[in-house]
């Protein structure tokens, strides 16, 4: 007969082995449940990251910078950094052709969690939409105009020199284009020139000097006005424009005799304000310089020296005298009382559809830069990381 002390149990065996199947089936389910949760966070984390680099592209599309972002060379690019509660955003804007711009925008989460962190990146393709000003020749007017001595209109496109890589093509425009051909005449070795030389338009009426696109004259003129450049208060004559300065060597734009700098490299080059004079009559002599839109209630007289890059738009004359003046960007002036218009001496209007562009580009309260309509979006993060 087999004794008690013979007979080998299963009852321990058993519930160690049990033990063992539910400690690994615990322990398999909290590692299922924090994968799950880490799953969960670098999920929301990652949504947190997309969202906030669409803040940033959004927040530079709103605010867009025609002072900055215009001033940047073609397939040239820039970088604008800001922070949020949960992180940091990072929006490099690349400029194809001054009109097209590509934003990626970088999001990355920053504030700390468990299993915290995530990045990434979208690009967005933006146009800018802007006041439709398109001066049709380098001086586009009414009535009588006579070219003397050695002034020159003229209207075969030219880039500046020194904004060489900011321009993109050209296109020759007429040097003069008015309602009546017959009434422009050149004497003593006055010049004429562009494609065509003169063009007659029987459709020149206020309304071309008054109304762009969808805005119109007092809204321009409103726009300068809010920019703080209403040079009214200076009188009629104002002598010796120039690019002035702040004590930390930056571009001070609220001296009212600043309009800017020719040179891009300058710290006034990348500023191109509106500015306006309410009338009736304004004359600007002693070699000054100025870029941007100049617009005038009354009539305008340039002497001295005075050179200009951008669109001048005059609701009475437009005359220069003496040598120097020069325009490059193109002149529309009404007329509006068909007086005849005399430039003389050795004063120039040159047409150039880059300082037509950049001015307009180039100002704050002129464009804005929206997505395109189709295919403006796309999640860079699995192409780039």
């Given at each position: 007969m087999e004794s008690h002390m013979d007979r080998r149990g299963f009852a321990m065996p058993a519930a160690i082995g049990a033990l063992v199947i539910m400690a690994a089936l615990v322990s398999a389910g909290f590692y299922m449940a924090r994968q799950e949760l880490r799953i969960?966070?670098?999920?929301?984390?990652?949504?947190?990251?997309?969202?906030?680099?669409?803040?940033?592209?959004?927040?530079?599309?709103?605010?867009?910078?025609?002072?900055?972002?215009?001033?940047?060379?073609?397939?040239?690019?820039?970088?604008?950094?800001?922070?949020?509660?949960?992180?940091?955003?990072?929006?490099?804007?690349?400029?194809?052709?001054?009109?097209?711009?590509?934003?990626?925008?970088?999001?990355?989460?920053?504030?700390?969690?468990?299993?915290?962190?995530?990045?990434?990146?979208?690009?967005?393709?933006?146009?800018?939409?802007?006041?439709?000003?398109?001066p049709p020749a380098a001086l586009t007017t009414r009535g009588a105009v006579s070219v003397k001595g050695t002034a020159e209109i003229i209207g075969t496109d030219e880039e500046p020199a020194a904004w060489a890589g900011y321009c993109g093509g050209t296109a020759d425009m007429a040097g003069v284009m008015t309602n009546d051909t017959s009434l422009v005449t050149t004497t003593a070795g006055g010049t004429i020139g562009g494609d065509p030389v003169k063009e007659q338009d029987s459709t020149i009426v206020d309304e071309t000097f008054t109304q762009f696109g969808d805005l119109d004259w007092d809204q321009l003129t409103a726009l300068a006005q809010l920019e703080g450049k209403n040079v009214t208060s200076l009188g009629t004559n104002i002598n010796s424009t120039q690019p002035a300065l702040n004590g930390g060597g930056a571009c001070d734009e609220t001296v009212m005799t600043n309009w800017g700098d020719t040179l891009p490299s300058a710290p006034c080059g990348s500023y191109f304000p509106l500015i306006y004079h309410g009338g009736p009559t304004l004359r600007i002599q002693s070699g000054g310089i100025g870029q941007g839109i100049l617009l005038v209630d009354g009539d305008l007289d340039l002497r001295g020296g005075f050179q200009f890059h951008g669109i001048i738009i005059v609701q009475g004359t437009f005359e220069t005298q003496g040598a120097g003046e020069r325009i490059v960007g193109a002149v529309m002036a009404s007329n509006a009382t068909l007086d005849p218009m005399a430039y003389a001496g050795g004063s120039e209007i040159q047409y150039s559809s880059c300082a037509v562009r950049r001015s307009i580009l180039n100002n704050a309260s002129l464009s804005r830069a929206r997505p395109l309509d189709r295919r403006s979006w796309i999640d860079l993060s699995s192409v780039l990381n």
């Open positions: 969960g966070v670098a999920s929301n984390f990652a949504n947190m990251a997309v969202n906030v680099a669409q803040a940033g592209a959004n927040e530079v599309m709103a605010n867009w910078n025609g002072y900055q972002l215009g001033n940047v060379a073609l397939w040239g690019d820039t970088t604008i950094t800001d922070t949020t509660d949960v992180g940091i955003w990072s929006v490099n804007i690349t400029n194809t052709n001054n009109v097209i711009y590509y934003l990626n925008a970088t999001g990355e989460i920053t504030r700390g969690d468990a299993w915290g962190g995530a990045t990434r990146n979208i690009g967005i393709v933006t146009r800018l939409i802007y006041a439709d000003i398109n």
